[in-house]
């Protein structure tokens, strides 16, 4: 990977905060060229929409700020800090996965797929990451749980099973469960796409209502609907590079390139 100077790396970038700041990334699968030189700014408490048609990165890129996929080249920054890497001097090291972890606690994560944990109620899947990650003791994690439970619409479903949950239920409980880690940053990976229609609604409203308390969000979705309405910026990934970003406005209404109206004349 390149960084840009030790002094930059280890202080951050001067001027206003960012609680996501990826430069320049670059990812490839083998011969398959991902992410072509990818660069990602969020503010605190901003809404960024990611869209781009299937196989355009998106996902790529969500696992990119977290470490969960190494970047050939380009730096990313969570709330100021370097990501999975360590410069000294003139040289980069890779963390421990010890220290990655620990940085992974800043980002909750969200994906298609609801994967609760199916042996543990609604309450100790919450409860487990704080509990055993973040050494909040059983009664604080509970207390803390009910809240989000109650945040998410599911105050009475703390004691069942995920099996006895639809598929929105599941995910708000994902939600809650990664809310329970008291990230500085959520990212959603096509969160409602798995979704029977009539539950999508249950799950965009909790999301809608995360992102009207501040929370910073990078939301991968095809709902343009969301994005039009809760996306401070929508970004728009095609063939591994930002093809276009802009507030929804700008890139949803009047989109500027050829390869933005084609998609969205196809998710609209
Ligand atoms: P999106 O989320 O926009 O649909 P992805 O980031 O999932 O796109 O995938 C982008 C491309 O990278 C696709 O062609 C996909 O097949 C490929 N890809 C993703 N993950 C891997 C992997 N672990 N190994 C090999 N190829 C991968
Ligand atoms: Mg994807």
Redesign the pocket.
Known sequence: MTTGSAAEAATGRGGERLVVEALGIHKS??S?E?LKGVDLRVRPGEVTCLL??????????L?CLNHL?RVDAGTVRIDGELVGYRVKGDKVYELPKREVAHQRRNVGMVFQRFNLFPHMTVVQNVIEAPTRVLGQSKAEARERARELLAQVGLADKAQAYPVQLSGGQQQRVAIARALAMQPKLMLF?EPTSALDPELVGEVLDVMRRLADGGMTMVV?THEIGFAREVGDTVVF?DGGVVVEEGTPADVLSRPQHERTRSFLSKVL
């Open positions: 699968y083998g398959l991902v781009g048609p299937s196989g355009s990165g998106k996902s790529t890129l696992r996929e990976d991968v990934l």
